[in-house]
């Protein structure tokens, strides 16, 4: 079978035990779905089974039969998380019981609002009873179409099989652009093949020598061969029931619940912020268990106002926004559509809000805090991928980062009062570093502040050093200065210092000490004629050479290495080439 081009179906049954389900399955796609021996031996469906259907139009879909007993609810809910559209299979001996209305709770909790009902059995009822039957299911499902089958004698099969090719073609599948994730509901082994899982492809597609990650587990994973019901596909696609050769991995590697999904897309969260839709009332702190995907999570409730919650969870989950789950004790007591799959612990009431309305823009601009790359944006989970475009429209780039206009505003105007602030009380070096005005990875925003850069600092547009009211204090130093000859003298104020160095009033020293430019300049011509006469200068003859002190000599000669014109060997100085005259 080759792959199709549009994205599949996948449809569920659901409705009380020993209604009819597996029955009417085999007699619309000629499989019997009950496959463990106690199935058989017991006549009732313990675990999910599966068989594709055709239907009237040429259009395949797959097809999942759920149990219908209580005990095995939890089996239930794993396979009808995975479907799109569902079969509520109604006895016309017993009408709906209690499994029939919490099976068709489970749907609307998890969003499945298409469907058809098939009133099953019709065989063995008088006509009035029939139609009291279908006239019930009518009530029950408001708006889903109602056909009375019996498939012992094959009535009313063709008509259902026409009602789900009708519903199958008004619906779209839900989200099926997203990236590649598969819930996992099986994993076994076969002999010269290996490990292989199956499971309904919620999203994406997978070829042969995909390479695919198994969370929350954490490990990657090779396909080999895709199988879509028996048969080997180059591709499948969203909606399709899917078997995977997973060469290398265990069969103890994988269990129903984890989900193969495309490497670094999904996060993986010990909470989830859902929008909360109650069945019963569920107090704050109630511990339950959450259905999600086919994996059943152990997890505590912790109430955000009326309509939201955060779960927090046992084991992660791999969530995604708009994902819905369904909350159990003993009974189903609830579910909820997930707003931010990965949420920090303590969730902004008005950002659920913010959520629930679900405009992208809208949200990527509240998850803007700090600027993000739009991997980032995509692998956050609060946006479809193929949204971002659209929700980043109006947003500021820099280096492949998207700020909001208001938060570089902000940032302009903190920049600018730092700045000030930086110049009135530091005039004689007015910049800061840039780093000061920007964390790390947004610095390149930088140039977007509307500031002037000079030698790695940000400057208030034409902001130049001054020494303001410290004029008295340079020029008393300078005169100091000169007065000091060559040995100079030590500065305390090393601001000033630099200061003066930069508008060519002194030259720094090691040691904080200084010389003025003029005394700078005659002791290097005195130690450049001393070394082109003898070859070498030493410290003690350079010493004497300017009637100096021996400390203030070496911080000389040191600073004439620093500047290139000697070279230090042993205990002389030599000039360096670029020194040399000529």
């Known amino acids: 079978m080759g792959a199709e081009t549009v994205p599949s179906l996948c449809l569920g049954t659901a409705g009380h035990i020993d209604h009819g389900k597996t029955w009417l399955v085999k007699a619309l796609t000629g499989k019997d779905t009950d496959r463990l021996p ?21 259009r395949r879909i797959s097809l999942i039969d759920v149990p219908g007993h209580e005990r095995f609810i939890r089996n239930m809910v794993a396979g009808a998380t995975g479907i799109d559209l569902f079969l509520l299979v109604v006895d016309a001996t017993e009408g709906a019981r209690a499994q029939t209305h919490e099976h068709l709770a489970i749907l609307r909790l998890l969003g499945i609002e298409r469907g058809v009902v098939a009133v099953t059995k019709a065989d063995t009822v008088p006509v009035d009873t029939l139609e009291l039957a279908v006239d019930e299911a009518r009530e029950l499902v408001p708006g889903a179409d109602v056909v009375a089958v019996s498939a012992k004698t094959g009535a009313g099969l063709d008509e259902l099989r026409a009602a789900l090719a009708a519903a199958a073609n008004s619906h779209e ?24 899982a199956t499971g309904t492809l919620w999203s994406g597609s997978i070829g042969n020598g995909d390479e695919l990650r198994v969370e929350p587990r954490g490990f990657d994973v090779r396909v080999r061969s895709v199988q879509v019901h028996d048969e080997s596909v180059e591709r499948a696609i969203a909606g399709q029931r899917v078997a995977l050769s997973l060469p290398g991995v265990e069969r103890t590697d994988l269990a129903r619940g984890d989900v193969v999904v495309a490497p670094g ?31 059943e999570i152990a997890a505590r409730v912790v109430r955000i106002g009326p309509r939201h919650a955060q779960l927090r969870l046992a084991d992660p989950a791999v969530a995604a926004r708009g994902d819905h789950v369904v909350l159990r004790r003993e009974t189903t007591v609830g579910g909820g559509r997930v707003l931010d799959p990965q949420p920090p612990r303590a969730s902004d009431p008005a950002w659920l809000e913010t959520l629930e309305r679900g405009d992208p823009a809208e949200i990527i601009r509240g998850y803007l805090v700090e600027p ?7 692998r956050s989970g609060l946006v479809d991928p193929g949204g971002i475009d659209a929700a980043v429209e109006g947003l500021v780039e820099a280096g492949g980062l998207y700020a909001t206009p208001e938060w570089l505003e902000q940032k302009r105007s903190d920049a600018r009062e730092l700045l ?6 530091s005039p004689l070096d007015p910049g800061l570093a840039e780093g000061a005005l920007l964390p790390p990875r947004a610095t390149p925003f930088i140039s977007l502040l509307g500031v002037e850069r000079r030698d790695g600092k940000a400057y208030v547009p034409g902001a130049r050093p001054e020494l303001g009211a410290r004029t008295g204090a340079g020029e008393k130093l300078e005169s100091e200065l000169a007065e000091a000859g060559a040995q100079g003298l030590k500065v305390e104020d090393d601001e000033l210092a630099r200061f003066m160095e930069a508008e060519g009033r002194l030259v720094r020293l090691g040691g904080g000490h200084a010389v003025a430019p003029a005394e700078y300049a005659r002791a290097r011509d005195t130690l450049v004629a001393e070394c082109e006469r003898e070859g070498h200068i030493t410290l003690a003859r350079f010493r004497d050479l300017l009637g100096i002190s021996r400390r203030p000599a070496q911080l000389l000669l040191e600073r004439f290495d620093t500047d290139g014109i000697t070279r230090r060997v042993g205990d002389e100085r030599i000039l360096r080439r670029s020194a040399l005259p000529g």
């Open 173 to 196: 599948r839900r989200r099926s652009s997203l990236p590649t994730r598969l819930f996992v509901d099986r994993v076994f082994t076969l002999r010269g093949i290996g490990t292989v």
């Open 420 to 425: 000030a602030a930086r110049a009135e009380h």
């Open 265 to 295: 897309v999904y996060p993986v969260s010990y909470r989830l912020d859902v929008l909360l839709e109650e069945l019963e009332q569920i107090s704050d702190g109630a511990p339950l268990q959450v259905h999600h995907g086919t994996a």
């Open 38 to 58: 106690e199935e058989q031996e017991r006549g009732i469906s313990i675990d999910l089974g599966y068989a594709p259907l055709d239907l009237p139009d040429g």
């Open 372 to 378: 993000k790359t739009r991997d980032e944006m995509s």
